[in-house]
Nanobody, 116 residues
Framework: QVQLVESGGGLVQPGGSLRLSCAAS????????MRWYRQAPGKERDLVAQ????????IYADSVKGRFTISRDNVKSTAYLQMNSLTPEDTAVYYC?????????WGQGTQVTVSS
């Protein structure tokens, strides 16, 4: 059974940090590209960051470059999103995604709220 379980979301003040985790099981994690998406209320789901299967290549949305870092541990089958210098505009539900064409799996999402 394929599972992607996000954790680490919560309420944080502007300027603060959070680290999201995405624990995977039920598929060969090390062969899959991992992505983090986010969806704010009333908006589309947008790609935040992507990391290659081996972890050597990353891509970031312009809005998070220099603040967020995506990483992965293929031994632990877990992907991470370190988020620093958070602003209210980062408030959203964050989803992890595992992809290896033609397969794609999604987690259930974790809420991140940035507010004072």
């Amino acid at each position: 059974q394929v599972q992607l379980v996000e954790s680490g979301g919560g309420l944080v003040q502007p300027g603060g940090s959070l680290r999201l985790s995405c624990a995977a099981s039920g598929f060969p994690f090390s062969l899959y590209v991992m992505r983090w998406y986010r969806q704010a209320p009333g908006k589309e789901r947008d790609l935040v960051a992507q990391i290659s299967s081996g972890g050597s290549a990353t891509i970031y949305a312009d809005s998070v470059k220099g603040r967020f870092t995506i990483s992965r541990d293929n031994v632990k089958s877990t992907a991470y999103l370190q988020m620093n210098s958070l602003t209210p505009e980062d408030t959203a539900v964050y989803y992890c995604d595992a992809a290896k064409w033609p397969l794609e799996y999604w987690g259930q999402g974790t809420q991140v709220t940035v507010s004072s």
